[in-house]
């Protein structure tokens, strides 16, 4: 993988289209992801914006945004009254195009320095969005954070298979996943669980029913309406359909995840988002 140190103007982007009615703005500490040859991968939306990639291999690149904090600093002021004035609060999705805790945050800590600085200049909400067990490091700072804004964590897990025929390796495995979204819920931290997107679950009720044990809600999300096109366009192009479609077949299309949604809702009542509204915070009741 080429990694790469680089320094940018601005961090904070005002959002549009899936995100828009989300929050105000997304923030992407990386460039890129590292978790792209990973299982998570294969679907990710991401891959294809060559605006992102410039043409380069999904999973092969990184540019680590140095100097993101300080950026946050010189944007935050002004993002923030336009977004009261504009969207009624200054809300962040960090990240909606990379992971905030691929493994290169151990040694350059770009999400570690922007968590400590909202710290002083807090939006009016986070929702840090990961697949990754990792962000149980980042316990301190979220815990201070929460005590200035409103802290939602979401963390992806997509199905009870700690492997799926077909597929590359999991970033992190579904036992790691829950056992950080346990620990962060335990201590006190909005945690949401976000099934996104839906795989072949093997046993949902006990899936659904650990997640209501482990996270304060769950969003699921499938590929069709989730990928950022209306009929799953985009995911269609991966290999990710077939391979479900082999596991069972009845996943690759919207009925399936009506059913887990009612699955989802006996164990969480009130507390299930469908697509783009779970992650808007709107549940279903």
Avoid at 95 to 116: H, I
């Amino acid at each position: 993988m080429d990694v790469s140190e680089v320094e940018v103007e601005n961090i904070l982007t005002r959002t549009s289209g899936f995100l828009e009615t989300v929050t105000s703005h997304s923030l992407q500490p990386y460039r890129g992801c590292s978790y792209g040859n990973s299982l998570c991968g294969v679907g990710c939306y991401v891959q294809h914006s060559y605006w992102v990639t410039k043409g380069r291999e999904w999973g092969s690149f990184l540019e680590v945004r140095s100097n993101a904090a300080d950026a946050y600093l010189g944007q935050v002021e002004r993002e923030r009254r336009w977004a009261r004035e504009r969207r009624g609060s200054f809300s962040i999705f960090m990240s909606s195009a990379t992971d905030p805790f691929v493994p290169q945050e151990t040694r350059y800590g770009v999400t570690t320095s922007l968590l400590e600085t909202m710290v002083d200049e807090p939006p009016d909400q986070l929702i840090l969005q990961t697949h990754s067990q990792r962000v149980r490091n980042s316990q301190n700072p979220l815990a201070r954070l929460r005590e200035r804004c409103e802290v939602r964590v979401h963390l992806s897990i997509e199905t009870d298979r700690e492997s799926v025929d077909g597929l590359p390796p999991h970033a992190s495995s579904v036992e790691d996943r829950f056992t950080a979204a346990k620990q962060l819920h335990d201590s006190g931290h909005q945690v949401t669980i976000t099934v996104s997107p839906l795989l072949p679950i093997a046993e949902p009720e006990r899936f659904f029913a650990r997640i209501a044990d482990s996270a304060t809600s769950v969003i699921i999300d499938h590929f069709i309406e989730g990928d950022g096109s209306a009929d799953g366009s985009r995911t269609r192009k991966t290999i990710l359909p077939e391979v479900l479609a082999k596991i069972e077949p009845a996943s690759v299309g919207l009925d399936y995840r009506e059913e887990m949604v009612r699955i989802a809702s006996r164990h969480l009542p009130g507390r299930v988002g469908v697509s783009i509204d779970g992650f808007a915070g709107r549940f279903q009741r």
